[in-house]
């Protein structure tokens, strides 16, 4: 087992590798001068002199592996560079928005996993019944809505007409309700339909069968024989849709105002802020890569399959 993580951890530090090659291409092949755009928002007067010494200062003379390795070192210090837009420094910035989008990313998970565990075991405890019909309807609605259209109607609903919550900002856990269950509705639509038909996967086999011919209670079966094997199926799916809140985050935070990285985002690629897109990029893609190996590594500590092929 140990061996098969090992290998995890290598092929994920090689697609780390090849994302900051990918983030950096992006940057140096994206059309026009930077430092004539560096220049331009600077002074609009500027000179070809000033335009060659913003060059030199920022090493585009440099050979490319130069470059990029002269960006790579810095990155892994924590300098992303100087934002073309603001003159400051990408970093610092970056690090004051990661944690609001983690709390939006945490928040909507916890609003996916509740609400799937819920719909999910609800209509396999009463197959066929209104709570399966009812969890089937939801579902369905759930992931054919997009996240900025539930955002909409949940601002109408319950902050333009109910006055229950805030419609933006950060102003208290009253206003992390709307932005989590935006974020989380779609995911937790998938997720119920994967516990949904899972467990019904599993009540279908011969040790459920035998539980039930025991005269243990379905409750039971679900809880104890049923749910372990759906365990790494879960698993994977929570983590893609966790991969596609992230993606999310880039709609739901300028939606409620909440300044965080997809916001951040957003806000470099409208001034053709490069040096703040390529950061971005680079955190969107190293937590989809840490993601996965974490998916990976827990489908093989709950799938015994797994466990046998790495040993």
């Known amino acids: 087992m140990l061996s098969l993580v090992s290998r995890r951890v290598h092929n994920s530090l090689v697609l780390l590798v090849l994302a900051t090659l990918l983030c950096f291409t992006l940057v140096v092949s994206a059309p026009g001068n930077i430092a004539v755009l560096i220049a331009e928002l600077r002074s609009p007067n500027a000179s070809f002199a000033d335009i060659q010494k913003i060059e030199e200062e920022l090493g585009l003379n440099d050979p490319i592996p130069v470059r990029y390795a002269g960006w790579l070192t810095g990155a892994l210090t924590g300098n992303l560079g100087i934002s073309y837009k603001t ?169 409620f105002a909440w300044h965080g990285v997809g916001d951040l985002f957003l806000t470099g690629i409208r001034f053709r802020d490069f040096m703040v897109v390529q950061a971005c990029l680079l955190i969107f893609i190293s937590f989809f890569i840490l993601l996965n190996l974490l998916v990976d590594i827990g489908m093989i500590f709950t799938d015994p399959k797994l466990r046998r092929q790495g040993s």
């Open 87 to 255: 003159g400051e420094e990408v970093g610092p910035a970056l690090a004051s928005r990661i944690p609001v989008t983690a709390m939006l990313v945490a928040g909507g998970g916890t609003v996916a996993l509740l609400l799937s565990l819920v719909f999910g075991f609800a209509g396999a405890m009463w197959p066929r019944q209104w709570p399966d019909v009812a969890g089937r309807g939801v579902a369905l609605l759930g992931a054919s809505m997009p996240s900025f259209f539930v955002g909409a109607l949940l601002i109408y609903a319950f902050a333009v007409e109910l006055r229950l919550v805030p419609t933006f900002g950060l102003a208290g856990p009253s206003s992390w309700i709307l932005p989590w269950f935006t974020i989380g509705l779609l995911p937790a639509a998938v997720l119920s339909r994967v516990v949904r038909v899972g467990l019904e996967e599993a009540m279908a086999r011969p040790f459920a069968l035998t539980a039930v011919a025991k005269g243990l209670n379905r409750r039971a079966i679900l809880f104890r024989d049923a749910l372990p094997n759906i365990a790494p199926t879960y698993i994977n799916a929570l983590g893609a849709q966790t991969g596609v809140m992230v993606v999310g985050a880039v709609v739901v935070e300028p939606l």
